[in-house]
């Protein structure tokens, strides 16, 4: 069972690469039109607009579709672009779970910038981590359903590097924002560990039935104690 | 957006890097002292140790200030530094010395290319960091011409020595710019 299914896998991505660099000639030329202008500057951020555009039109389709192809497909349609437009992509439903992952931590980034900056009194380290942690799980619930495929997807090999790059952008992010100061090895056992509890609170939410997704809150309040209480004995013993 | 993104890697790259060299510079100065704390040379290597004390806590803000990420490898530097410092510092003063003209001469070269890579980069943009790297080359470059002044050159082997220690010194550099 599971070599037939890496094998479906195999032939699906040799196919979309085969059709990768003509699509792509495709659906540039087609934007390209638009601004001749100053073609000059930049056709390389034309390019990224134009695959951020479809990309976002796509998310409303992953409740049906899920993070694939089709929802690709359905978003750049939407966009009144061809639908072989997804040959833009051509790790296909990743591309849009990366995309919903890095505009989620821009949002957050938003949040705790407003909640850091130009205030009297700074948030209590503890607290504003916990709230950050949450916030950023909140942004999953909308799309709770389809959730646990985008992190399979997130999972596979050929995309464990940009996982991980963007679950250490998050941390670096929150740790910022907490106001750390560490510039020794602590750098990299806060935002491990920390890490390590989004992580786990993030896979206690997939199965979490609770009103308001209550647990899993007191699930994540307890991993951080759990940090804490850790911190001191080390502490304690050192 | 590419531009920016490499002039981002590039000044973290610079960062992590320094940041880690002053680190061991710092505990190279460290281990000295604790050897011939007591000798003539004394009061020399405490001064050479003052400045560094500076370099660091300056690229400690810098850290910060840029979020650039320390480098993985710090605790190994923390005590190759240090056992550095001590093992030339066992060889006598003149040991000692050689073993500062050798990591400085490194450092100085070092901070010359950074240098001329954040020129080509942006002059305007990198005003600042560039300033604090020139100021830094200036004090490296003095504390090798003060190891040449205390009779570096008859430490034992000084050729060799002072070989592996650049070698070792140009090692360290290239990983801790990796990771």
Known sequence: MKHYVSITVLQEKLYINGQNIRLTQIVSRNCSTSDQSNSETSTEDTEYETKERILRASLPFVYQHGWTNKAITSGAEKEGLPGVAHGMFPRGGAELVFFFYGECNQQLVKQMKIQTENVEEKPKTGEFIKNSVESRLRMIIPYMEKWPQAMAIQTMPQNAVESWTNLGRLMDDIWFYAGDQSVDFNWYTKRASLAGVYKSTEIYMLQDKSDNYDNTWQFLERRLQDLTTIGKVTRNVS | ?179
């Open chain 2, 1 to 179: 957006m590419a531009r920016q993104k490499r002039s981002r890697e590039l000044v973290d790259k610079i960062i992590r890097v320094d940041h880690a060299g002053e680190l061991g510079a710092d505990r190279i100065y460290q281990g000295q002292l604790a050897i011939l704390g007591n000798t003539s040379v004394g009061p020399v290597i405490k001064e050479m140790w003052e400045d560094e004390k500076i370099h660091l806590e300056t690229f400690n803000k810098l850290i910060v200030q840029h979020r650039a990420r320390p480098t993985v490898l710090l605790p190994l530097w923390n005590i190759a530094g240090f056992a550095l410092g001590a093992g030339t510092a066992l060889l006598g003063k003149e040991g000692a010395m050689a073993c500062t003209v050798a990591v400085e001469a490194v450092i100085g070269d070092h901070y010359n290319s950074q240098i001329r890579d954040l020129m080509e980069d942006d002059p305007e943009k990198h005003e600042e960091l560039l300033k604090i790297i020139k100021k830094f080359r200036d004090d490296e470059l003095h504390h090798h011409d003060t190891g040449l002044e205390h009779d570096a050159e008859k430490a034992p082997f000084y050729k060799a020595l002072t070989q592996v220690i650049k070698v070792g010194c140009k090692g360290a550099v290239w990983i801790s710019e990796k990771i």
